[in-house]
Structure formats: C-alpha cells, structure tokens
C-alpha cells in the first residue's frame, strides 16, 4: 500500500458563520472539557489515596471502620474507599 500523498485540506471557514451559535457552541464545548477535566482529577484523587493506603498499610480497608472492602468491590473500582455498608462515597 502506498503513502497518502494527499495533505489534509485546509478548514474552510464557515462562509455565513452565526456569531451567537458558534459562542454558545464553544462555550458548551469549554464546559465539556471543564466537566472532564474535574472528573480526571477525582480519578487521580482517587489514586493518589489508594497509594497511599498501600503505602502506610491500610489499603483495602474501609476508611470508616477498618473492615475488609470486599474484593469484588476493589476490582470493580480499586480505588474504593469503604465497605458496603460506609457506602461509596460514605
Ligand atoms: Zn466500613
């Protein structure tokens, strides 16, 4: 198979661009971003906790009463926090 040769054509710009749209389309897409942004760093909040329950020992152990956290509870999300009865977010 040969190499495309061909470069991407250059964007045309809309030609009847609909100024209010297209700012209320960009503000949408700045929220997206924020909101995914937010949820990353819940995620790596979330990980940073769970290595630091590995490292001082406590990993795997609900935070509110130092039970077990059920294993299928730690492969679904490994970095839960608390047994099912402190709930997810307890
Ligand atoms: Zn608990």
Redesign the pocket.
């Known amino acids: 198979m040969e190499p495309s040769r061909s470069p991407e054509p250059p964007a045309q710009p809309d030609p009847d661009p609909d100024p209010a749209g297209l700012a209320l389309a960009r503000a949408v897409a700045v929220e997206e971003y924020r909101s995914r942004l937010e949820s990353a760093g819940r995620v790596l909040d979330g990980v940073d906790r769970a290595l630091s329950a590995l490292a001082d020992g406590t990993y795997g152990t609900?935070?509110?009463?130092?039970?077990p956290i059920d294993d299928m509870v730690l492969a679904q999300d490994p970095t839960a926090l608390?047994?099912?009865?402190?709930g997810p977010r307890?």
């Open positions: 609900c935070a509110a009463c130092g039970a608390h047994c099912a009865g402190h307890g």
